[in-house]
T-cell receptor
Framework: DAKTTQPPSMDCAEGRAANLPCNHS???????VYWYRQIHSQGPQYIIH???NNETNEMASLIITEDRKSSTLILPHATLRDTAVYYC???????????????FGKGTKLSVKP | SQTIHQWPATLVQPVGSPLSLECTVE??????LYWYRQAAGRGLQLLFY??????ISSEVPQNLSASRPQDRQFILSSKKLLLSDSGFYLC?????????????FGSGTRLTVV
């Protein structure tokens, strides 16, 4: 069972920031928030993850609320190539067993429009 | 660097025929390995995972089986395919050690059972 709730779809204008929300109100203290995306007919691609501090890398920024019950993935300047399904996943750190398995929900289909 | 290979990329098989999909990982040792399936219009479902040679865990009951004959080889099989086995099959790996690691996915096999 996915432990996150995401809107099924969102639109974004090319060049603008895309802000994708995720609710994870039952997150445990030892669970991290991960974001992946899946471009049509490809395997999912890792984007970013975080525990409680905001994180930034070359692809995106992750903003986690202080109570950790929700987060937002930010693509600062969306391009047409960012059109994909974005998955927000909570999981514990990997310990080689099922506890840390990635369980995907339905994600948000982001459409970047010219 | 680590790479993951899946083949074939596409496959059309008749109902009742056997199946063998292969996945290999290079550039790492003792990885965790995973098989996911994505049915048309649906999310990614974890089918099997393996933490070592000969160690297979099944997440859902089904018509498929998995094997890990070598450290970096993961095989998905079926003795008799059903129409419901159609889908996009993805192999993934992650490091088999404590810590926070993302999964790296292969490019997938699109299976159509006719």
């Amino acid at each position: 069972d996915a432990k996150t709730t995401q809107p099924p779809s969102m639109d974004c204008a090319e060049g603008r920031a895309a802000n994708l929300p995720c609710n994870h109100s039952t997150i445990s203290g030892n669970e991290y928030v991960y974001w992946y995306r899946q471009i049509h007919s490809q395997g999912p691609q890792y984007i970013i993850h975080g525990l409680k501090n905001n994180e930034t890398n070359e692809m995106a920024s992750l903003i986690i609320t202080e109570d950790r019950k929700s987060s937002t993935l930010i693509l600062p300047h969306a391009t047409l190539r960012d059109t994909a399904v974005y998955y927000c996943i909570v999981r514990v750190a990997n310990y080689g067993g099922s506890q840390g398995n990635l369980i995907f929900g339905k994600g948000t289909k982001l459409s970047v429009k010219p | 660097s680590q790479t993951i290979h899946q083949w074939p990329a596409t496959l059309v098989q008749p109902v009742g025929s056997p199946l063998s999909l292969e996945c290999t990982v290079e550039g790492t040792s003792n990885p965790n390995l995973y098989w996911y399936r994505q049915a048309a219009g649906r999310g990614l479902q974890l089918l099997f995972y393996s933490v070592g040679i000969g160690q297979i865990s099944s997440e859902v009951p089904q018509n498929l089986s998995a094997s890990r004959p070598q450290d970096r080889q993961f095989i998905l099989s079926s003795k008799k395919l059903l129409l419901s086995d159609s889908g996009f099959y993805l192999c993934a790996w992650s490091p088999n050690r404590s810590g926070n690691y993302g999964y790296t996915f292969g490019s997938g096999t699109r299976l159509t059972v006719v």
